[in-house]
């Protein structure tokens, strides 16, 4: 049984069944610590530590392609579900909110923002892949500009010998005027993001109200303009997806080493001042 | 999109982990075929690097960008297609990596700021801040700061790397200001058998720290406590053993109220109901009320009906008994009294002036038979001589040569030395002695033939003295006729009809015995809070709050009509006694805490330390006097 992204149905219930029995068992470890009269949170700590620490590892596997240490995808199924138990495991020791100091607000700030930035990530990991192929247009990201460069000087190319053939300059000047802004870079950003139709009926709005003063001839050419302003279209899809997908690393890696550097100094300030 | 479009022979290799990306992509145009150079510069300056071959150069534009150019390499072997360079920017994953260094970097900067810029010393904040302390300890930890708790705290990364292996020393810290009634890390500071293997414990298990102001402490569950009691259960309902047979009246009181003849006699009595309290709150001050509610004082609770009874008791010091012979040599005496127109003794048979009997106190300071006229006669008029000729300083004497400690200052204060005097100078005489008024304030005062101390009323000083002194004197081993004197003044001085110290009929005698074993008894005079149960806490105030202040006492206090209340004061052994009250069984407690009611925890009614104090001078601070300016 597959599921998409080629993650077998079993092995992310397996990893989620481990994860939570971990969860289960480090629970229980701290009841028996605070029966006890023990401190739980010393427990509850380590585990934390040991699972941060090892979905930390998700980022140096990435830069170890050459060894044989499982599939990247597999370590990016084990990076979230262990993102989650620590989560749980985050409330387990603080019980919710981190300490009242200065160094455990940052600290529970830095992890509560990773922690969502990831979970935001993961949201678009699962879905934007599957959209991004049902548009029509899958392009390779950093060839995005050539891309739009390339249909720019297309679109240009047919204004110019539109004007040569027809000697009217009205697709040239109206292209001039409205749809040049169009083809220069991305556009829609945003609309493209929720999935909005906005770009189309821009483009459509601009043909249409052209298409009134063109002749037969110039009409055509219009045809091939409004058809090059959607493959334009479905690129800055690419492109919005593609970068929300690209940049979402961009808050959760580096808070990630914030979180890990504080970590290690929580860690530090326990066994000197605690243990 | 044309499928072959990214073929290997029409599009290039994109390597995104490169750290530069084309700038001419950048700014959405058309991005050159070489891309940038590894050191961030321009690599699209020119379409490719031609090659020498044979002497000629050659084109070696690739074949996906259209292969060799019509116009050929220059002769000196330049491109002939030139562009200008453009500006290479980084790559997602070289910004990507720069801002993990910029956020590590700037923990690791906040890090090593605070450490050097302590809030304490000017700087603004602190990474190493664990949070506010609670109110009473962020006042006492002002001055010392983080190291009146971490004694490694600002003693260097040495010390800090040594406190990694050592075990934390922050308990120890807790005890210069905390202590308890037994070992501070042992199991409910208690001193257990060597035999029984019990865990030390530390504060910290139980007590957290900088979560505020309010203290963070932990709540012992049953299962908590059962981790370490052998006697294991659930909770009051399920397990808790039947409380013990005297429970809650374990000590006896250090006043006899009876409360039976007081609620079922007296208070009914038509003489005194109208100064009968109307509930149990008419004595017990329940505003101010705890564990125990105390009884409201005497000028309260018993004054309107016992008042007049203590003033009407009196001690007699002295009294002239009947003499056998004049033995006081006149002349002196006159001399010592300065009588004017005295006259020497006139040589005539003596006839005593006093039939009495010498008095029980005199009889023992001076150790002689009160009712042996033949012994006591020259020891007496010794005595009165030496009254007449020094007032009060024999009897001073007397009294201090009977204890250890001087108790003649407390046992004859007020007492006027001309008064004693002129006294016995009139008995020098074989004469009474005429007072030159009715004494009517209380204090000392001479009549007739006695020496006699009124009471000026309860808790009298002079009166306590001669209590206490009754008391120890009569319990100090020696000869047997010495000590049945002392029985004898005591019983006079205690006697709860006419003596002094009639105190007793409400303040409890008790038999105490020090750590030579040696007894004494000494009076209850003050209320007594009940330390015998250090771990046992209950609070009134809430039960009352919540039964109403009218008939919430007798909800548990049953008093018990069969028992003989004021038999257990006949001896002086506290232990030895029954209450006015039935004792409290669990099931009265049940009646509300119940699991569906009101549950109850083990440290609802047990407290884990025992006796906790202060060590510490909770106020430091002196006010210093105003500066001289």
Not at chain 1, 205 to 214: A, G, N, P, T, V
Not at chain 2, 91 to 102: A, D, K, M, P, Y
Not at chain 2, 110 to 135: C, E, Q, T
Request: hydrophobic share 35%; aromatic share 10%.
């Amino acid at each position: 049984m597959k599921i998409h992204q080629g993650y077998s149905l079993v092995r992310v219930w397996g990893y989620v069944g481990f994860a939570s029995l971990l969860f289960l068992v480090t629970w229980v470890w701290t009841i028996q610590i605070d029966r006890a009269l023990g401190i739980p949170t010393f427990a509850s700590g380590w585990v934390l530590f040991g699972i941060l620490t090892f979905i930390a590892l998700f980022s140096a596997r990435k830069r170890l392609p050459f060894l044989p240490l499982a599939p990247s995808s597999r370590w990016f199924l084990l990076h979230a579900v262990g993102g989650f138990l620590a989560l749980f495991l985050f409330w387990l020791h603080t019980g919710g909110v981190g300490s009242k100091g200065f160094y455990g607000q940052v600290l529970t700030a830095l992890f509560y923002i990773t922690s969502i930035s990831g979970m935001v990530g993961l949201a678009m990991e699962k879905f934007y892949p599957r959209q991004l192929t049902c548009s029509g247009a899958e392009v390779i990201y950093e060839r995005i500009p050539g891309e739009i460069a390339e249909i720019r000087e297309e679109v240009e190319s047919q204004v110019l010998k539109c004007t040569e053939e027809t000697g009217s300059s009205t697709l040239a000047e109206h292209y001039l005027e409205t749809l040049n802004w169009y083809f220069q870079k991305p556009r829609f950003f945003m609309n493209n993001v929720f999935g909005s139709h906005l770009s189309q009926h821009w483009v459509r709005q601009q043909c249409m109200i052209l298409e009134r003063f063109l002749d037969e001839k110039e009409r055509g050419y219009l045809d091939r303009v409004f058809m090059l302003a959607e493959k334009k279209r479905k690129i800055d899809f690419q492109y919005a997806l593609q970068t929300l997908l690209k940049t979402w690393l961009l808050v959760h890696i580096p808070l990630a080493g914030a979180v890990m550097a504080m970590v290690f100094w929580h860690l530090i300030l326990i066994l000197v001042f605690f243990v | 999109m044309e499928e072959n479009k990214f073929g290997h022979d029409q599009s290039q290799y994109e390597r995104p982990n490169l750290p530069y990306r084309c700038g001419r992509a950048s700014l959405w145009q058309t991005p050159c075929n070489q891309g940038p150079e590894a050191d961030g510069t321009c690599g699209g300056v020119r379409e490719c690097t031609p090659f020498l071959k044979n002497d000629r150069w050659e084109c070696r534009r690739d074949k996906r960008f259209g292969g060799p150019c019509e116009d050929g390499p220059g002769p000196g072997g330049e491109c002939s297609i030139q562009r200008p360079p453009c500006a290479p920017r980084s790559t997602l994953r070289v910004i990507r990596g720069r801002l993990v260094v910029l956020a590590v970097g700037a923990i690791l900067a906040l890090i090593g700021s605070s450490l050097v810029l302590d809030p304490r010393f000017g700087g603004v904040i602190s990474i190493s801040d664990a949070g506010p302390l609670s109110k009473s300890h962020a006042k006492f930890t002002e001055k010392e700061g983080c190291s009146a708790c971490h004694g490694v705290h600002g003693k260097g990364p040495v010390a800090w790397i040594k406190a990694v292996f050592d075990n934390s020393d922050l308990s120890i810290h807790c005890v210069n200001c905390h202590s308890f009634g037994g070992p501070s890390f042992k199991a409910h500071n208690a001193s257990l058998s060597p035999d029984r293997k019990v865990q030390d414990t530390q504060c910290i298990m139980c007590h957290r720290e900088h979560s505020g102001p309010t203290m963070s402490t932990r709540f012992l569950t049953p299962e908590q406590c059962n981790s370490c009691h052998k006697n294991q259960f659930e909770s009051l309902e399920h397990g808790h053993p039947e409380f013990s047979e005297k429970f809650p009246y374990f000590s006896r009181n250090s006043v006899k109220f009876d409360h039976s003849s007081h609620l079922k006699k007296h208070f009914d009595n038509p003489k005194f109901s109208d100064k009968a309290p109307g509930a149990c709150s008419g004595c017990h001050m329940i505003t101010l009320s705890d564990q125990e509610i105390r009884p409201e004082g005497y000028e309260v609770v018993c004054a309107s009906c016992h008042d007049s009874q203590i003033k009407k008791k009196e001690l007699i010091l002295l009294r002239l008994p009947e003499l056998a012979q004049d033995l006081i040599d006149r002349k002196s005496l006159v001399q010592a009294c300065n009588f004017p127109g005295s006259h020497a003794k006139v040589e005539e048979e003596f006839l005593s002036i006093s039939t009495e009997q010498l008095a029980l106190v005199t009889a023992f300071l001076l150790n002689i038979p009160e009712d042996d006229l033949e012994t006591y006669d020259q020891p007496l008029q010794d005595l009165i001589f030496s009254m007449a000729e020094d007032s009060y300083a024999p009897f001073a004497e007397l009294i201090d040569g009977q204890s250890e400690n001087s108790m003649s200052e407390n046992l004859l204060a007020s007492l006027n030395p001309e008064v004693l005097k002129r006294a016995a100078c009139s008995w020098g005489l074989n004469q009474e002695y005429e007072p030159p008024a009715e004494a009517r304030f209380g204090g000392w005062y001479a009549d007739m033939l006695e020496i006699r101390y009124k009471p000026a009323g309860h808790a009298d000083p002079v009166a306590k003295s001669w209590v206490e002194f009754a008391l120890a004197v009569s319990t100090k081993q020696g000869e047997e006729d010495r000590a049945s004197r002392a029985i004898a003044m005591r019983e006079q001085i205690l006697s709860v009809k006419d003596g002094v110290g009639g105190c007793v009929k409400c303040h409890a005698v008790t038999e105490v015995k020090n750590s030579k074993g040696d007894s004494r008894l000494v009076v209850e005079w003050n209320y007594k809070n009940d330390d015998e149960r250090p771990y046992m806490r209950y609070k009134h105030d809430n039960h009352i709050e919540i039964l109403g202040t009218k008939r919430s006492c007798a909800n548990c206090h049953i008093l018990n009509k069969e028992v003989d209340y004021m038999a257990s004061y006949k001896e002086y052994d506290p232990g030895n006694w029954v209450s006015n009250f039935e004792s409290i069984r669990k099931k009265t407690c049940m009646q509300c805490h119940s699991e569906t009611q009101i549950n109850l925890e083990c440290q609802r009614c047990h407290m884990y330390h025992f006796k906790p104090r202060f060590k510490k001078d909770m106020l430091p601070v002196k006010a210093e006097p105003p500066s001289s300016t």
